[in-house]
């Protein structure tokens, strides 16, 4: 990578299905999450994007790429993609994800035994040292901890809440759904 990564970045790392996704994410500077399969904080730092099969020999799972979240919005993926307006989900809800630059990896993170992944969240401290795609999962407490707070703050600046707005017994038990807590 030709920048440095903060450590206390938040990173959600993402499907890159096929070269198209990656084309569209390259070339025009967004990358998209249908609604209904979202993660639920998607106000992050970073998006690293996890290669799939459909990559090939020497490039498919593995993360070697990074980009930094500009901004998001919602939208219809007929919206987004104009070519696919007869397609069956161009009426569906998609999330738009403005990206800077995509950024190779020095070194990718191969997935190692991991090869199905949708999306999860890591930091900057966690993707600078990883090896393989494991190592970017939260494992200590201190560490979820640190996540979870994050996220929660997150959560309540990208929906415009004050924290005091929003007692712990609400918002507790969202966010550690998020984390898979519960």
Excluded: C
Excluded at 9 to 17: E, G, K, R, S
């Amino acid at each position: 990578m030709t920048t440095s990564l903060p450590e206390s970045a938040l990173i959600l790392v993402a499907i890159l299905p096929n070269q198209r996704d990656f084309d569209i994410a390259r070339l025009f500077g967004w990358y998209r999450i249908p609604l209904k399969s979202a993660p639920k904080v998607i106000s992050v730092d970073y998006l690293a994007f996890y290669q799939t099969k459909s990559f090939g020999e020497g490039e498919r799972w593995q993360i070697a790429y990074i980009a930094e979240i500009l901004g998001h919005e919602l939208t219809r993926r007929g919206d987004l993609l104009r070519s696919e307006a007869d397609h069956p989900r161009a009426h569906e809800e998609y999330f738009k994800l403005q990206i800077g630059p995509i950024q190779r990896l020095e070194k990718p993170i191969p997935a190692g035994d991991w090869k199905r992944i949708t999306f999860f969240y890591t930091t900057g401290e966690q993707f600078i040292d990883a090896k393989t795609v494991n190592d970017l999962v939260i494992k200590s407490q201190d560490e979820r901890e640190i996540l979870w707070h994050t996220l929660r703050e997150r959560a309540l600046k990208a929906n415009e809440y004050k924290a005091q707005d929003l007692p712990d017994s609400i918002l507790d038990p969202i966010i550690l759904a998020l984390l898979g807590k519960l």
